[in-house]
């Protein structure tokens, strides 16, 4: 099995930049923050480490683009991180719907129930190589990466195989079962908790790049429209999918945006806007 390190992404890309320089990010880092009403650290966010601030937003003061155009060397670390030097993400797999329904399940029943143990919340997040939990506790993430399961306690990591829910149960320290107190509108079928996962690990690099892209351009749509009632950017477990909302609700402008993987009504990846308003004309083609 690969060693997994522990990862701190804002200081991993941080230490990148050299001195008097910050990094912003897209995926979560320590320390975790226990207070509401997020219970997580904002990535895009300017961090409690003075320095000039380098983000993954284009237009703003400092961002990535201008880093990879100064120091090309950094350009391979940006792209892997979705930070800068942007790759096209290839043709999905066909692997791909059964790896993103099994991987739907372990979101649904393992990681966001332990998240929710710790603090109420449940949304989850693009990390690299796959997604998993904000920081939580005493520095608790839960993730996905590649076709492993990871349970980081600060410097300390433990991983196995993604295999079935009751052993991700197991090394997670939770018993597999739908967040408690929500009324879902459309959560996953519940899988026999000893029954296999079918995780490829093609259809996971591809889930990966999905992802990570999403939350690119969802921090963008975030940053571009900045208004304090905006969601963050997260991945929400019963869907499966990477969202924000934004917009006034009291003006009708109120909506979900996101990028979904694929669903049973879709079955390849794609893009949509969800208004919280009725809407008229051809182009808003789904229910």
Not at 165 to 185: M, N, Q
Not at 254 to 273: E, F, K
């Amino acid at each position: 099995m690969p060693h997994v390190r522990a990862r701190n992404p804002r200081a991993e890309a941080t230490a990148r930049l050299g001195e008097g320089r910050v990094s912003a990010v897209l995926e979560p880092s320590r320390p975790a923050v226990n207070t509401g009403p997020w219970f997580a650290d904002d990535p895009v966010a300017a961090g409690a480490t003075a320095g000039d601030l380098v983000t993954p937003i284009k237009g703003s003061s400092r961002s990535w683009d201008s880093v990879v155009d100064a120091q090309p060397e950094l350009a391979g670390f940006a792209r892997d991180h979705w930070l800068a030097n942007l790759k096209r993400i290839g043709a999905p797999p066909g692997s791909l719907a059964p790896t993103r329904e099994a991987l739907r399940s372990l979101a649904f029943y393992v990681l966001s129930p332990a998240r929710q143990t710790a603090n109420g919340k449940i949304g989850l997040r693009w990390t690299k190589g796959g997604f998993g939990t904000p920081f939580f506790g005493d520095d608790r993430q839960i993730r996905v990466q590649g076709d492993l399961l990871v349970v980081q306690d600060g410097e300390d990591v433990v991983s196995e195989p993604i295999t079935t829910l009751r052993a991700a149960g197991k090394l997670v320290g939770v018993e597999p079962g739908a967040p408690s107190g929500i009324d879902f509108h459309d959560p996953p079928p519940e899988p026999d908790h000893n029954a296999a996962l079918p995780v490829d690990p093609a259809a996971v690099a591809f889930l990966d790049d999905w992802f990570g892209f999403a939350t690119l351009v969802l921090e963008r749509l975030r940053a571009a429209a900045g208004r304090p009632e905006d969601t963050r950017v997260q991945l929400w477990p019963e869907h499966f999918d990477a969202a924000i909302e934004i917009g006034n609700a009291d003006r009708g402008t109120r909506a979900g945006y996101g990028a979904s993987p694929g669903d049973d009504a879709i079955d390849q990846p794609y893009l949509y806007v969800s208004p919280w308003t009725a809407q008229h004309g051809d182009h808003w083609n789904a229910p």
